[in-house]
């Protein structure tokens, strides 16, 4: 019974994909061949790799020790747990990086002579945090900082991973803001300055908004980075899923935990890609709604 | 001093680097005035709008508007502005704000209006200007000659005692040009004290109360239009006007 339904739910999912596919395929003589053409490589390419691995000498033991389904089943639980972990971190470090990084690019876009030390500080920082390999950012702060032993000065490892994420991701961040900041023409800010706006109503309402929005899909992608790295945390103890997955393979000698642990992350990353094409995709319907030229 | 014109100006020089392009200017413009710059490209035209908007800061020299000296060290820029408005050739209309928005955004921050009081405002100004089904929609999907329209509004919104207009049609299609022309001349039956740097010169001389040629950063001759195009005294002004007939004859 369960089989049956398993494999019911499977054709409705792979069923609208299908359909459109064939849509492709019949909505014109040169669109159809080029679909065809692509379909029949791609396929081709995938066999030829299939054939080749699954008849590759050491595939039986990788097979094994890497796509084995009951140490899946098995580690499932443990280390998607684990993985709220790397949710918590990531969600956190992103809430700090975006107006962080937002007034470091602010700092160094300022003008003129008066500004010159706040516009080095925000250089030095960049310069500095995007020098310095991330895991030595984690393991000095999450080592040094709790041995310090200051009262009132946290000791979790979370902690302190997610202040160096921070730092370092403001950094990188920090620059693509900047980016989009300066790819704003001048000319907006003269329109803004010249109806009697302050410098910074001008950044706010003008110049900001438009800089954010050609800087998402960047963005975006430091933060499925930013994702990849809370693992980084787990060199400091933390029990996130990258850490879980370690402690199983560790106990086993079976690495599916690995296996189980990358398919949690990919799991958010994609979703976190769509998400983004979508905001774009709003974004230029809602300028086009309204498009009547008349 | 005359200590009832709207703007004065006195011995004004900019310079870009060694580039000297405003070599001492003078002008005084009455109330109700429309004032055609005109001349050559990099003539300084645009520059000096830009100084008269406190856009460049002026090397040397003194612009008084309305008996207030607006070149004077520690003066407020933002208030300066809010009481002239300019219009540039490229619109510079915000592209993420509908028409609503750009219309609105300064009275709203600059003056402090209500939302609801500055939109009733702005739709007053947009319908009088034939722009009422243009309320909500975004720049990127108006002609040029709309957005030069809104463009116009959005500076008229602010109430502004003086305009400058840079050029507001240098950049727009032949067709869309006299839409916009004719938006100016209304503001100007209206009575609003303008300046304007131009290139139409048969719209200068219809519209123009005084119309000023600019030659190598100084105002070489000034008059009104009908002297200026049919008796120009200097030299320089007949070639430069030669040159615009011929080029319009091709």
């Known amino acids: ?294 | 001093m005359n200590a009832s014109a709207a703007l004065e100006i006195e011995g004004l020089r900019k310079s870009f680097g060694k580039n000297l392009v405003l070599d001492g200017i003078d002008l005084s413009v009455g109330e109700h005035e429309v004032i055609c710059l005109i001349g050559a490209s990099g003539s300084g035209k645009s520059t000096l709008l830009r100084c008269l908007n406190l856009l460049e800061p002026v090397d040397a020299g003194r612009i008084v508007v309305a008996g207030e000296e607006i070149t004077r060290r520690g003066v407020d820029v933002n208030r300066v502005r809010r009481q002239i408005g300019i219009v540039f050739q490229a619109f510079n209309l915000f592209p993420h704000m509908s028409v609503l928005e750009n219309v609105t955004l300064a009275p709203r921050l600059a003056l402090g209006r209500r939302r609801g009081e500055a939109e009733e405002q702005a739709r007053v100004l947009l319908d009088r200007f034939g722009l009422s089904d243009k309320v909500e929609a975004y720049p990127d999907h108006l002609s040029g000659g709309q957005q030069q329209r809104v463009a116009i509004v959005r500076a008229l919104a602010m109430q502004p005692r003086l305009m400058l207009l840079d050029e507001v049609t240098s950049a727009l299609d032949p067709e869309l040009v006299a839409e916009v022309l004719d938006v100016i001349g209304e503001l100007a039956a209206g009575g609003m004290t303008m300046v304007i740097a131009t290139h139409e010169m048969g719209f200068a001389r219809d519209i123009g109360t005084r119309v000023c040629f600019l030659d190598d950063g100084v105002i070489l001759e000034q008059g009104p239009p009908e002297q200026m195009f049919n008796s120009p005294r200097e030299l320089r002004t007949q070639q430069f006007l030669q040159r615009i007939v011929s080029a319009h004859r091709h």
């Open chain 1, 1 to 294: 019974m369960a089989v049956e339904g398993d494999r019911r739910a499977d054709t409705e999912v792979t069923e609208p994909r299908r359909s459109r596919i064939l849509g492709a395929l019949s909505s014109g003589g040169d669109g159809r061949r080029a679909v065809a053409v692509a379909l029949l490589s791609t396929l081709v390419f995938l066999i030829v790799v299939g054939v080749v691995v699954t008849h590759s000498p050491g595939w039986h033991e990788v097979r094994q020790t890497f796509f084995d389904w009951p140490y899946f089943k098995a580690s499932f639980p443990e280390i998607a747990r684990a993985f709220l972990l790397n949710c918590k971190i990531f969600s956190i470090s992103e809430c700090l990086i975006l107006p962080f990084a937002l007034l470091l690019a602010v700092l160094r876009s300022l003008p003129g002579p008066v500004f010159f030390p706040l516009r080095a500080l925000a250089i030095v920082y960049a310069d500095f945090f995007r020098g310095v390999p991330t895991i030595l950012v984690i393991a000095i702060l999450g080592f040094g900082a709790p041995a310090l032993q200051v009262s009132g000065v946290p000791t979790s490892t979370t902690f302190w991973g997610i202040v160096a994420l921070v730092l370092v991701y403001s950094a990188y961040v920090s620059e693509v803001y900047r980016a989009g900041i300066e790819s704003v023409h001048p000319s907006q800010e003269a329109a803004a300055r010249s109806l009697g706006l302050t410098r910074g109503q001008t950044l706010r309402k003008v110049i900001l908004p438009q800089a954010v929005r050609r800087v998402i899909p960047p963005l975006l992608n430091d933060f499925i980075g930013l994702q990849k790295d809370t693992a980084l945390v787990g060199t400091l103890g933390a029990i996130e899923a990258f850490q879980q997955a370690s402690i199983d393979t560790n106990a086993t000698f079976n690495y599916t935990p690995y296996l189980v642990a990358a398919l949690l992350f990919v799991a958010i990353t994609i979703p976190l890609a769509r998400f983004t094409d979508w905001l774009i995709a709003r974004d230029r319907r809602r300028r086009q709604a309204h498009g009547a030229f008349a």
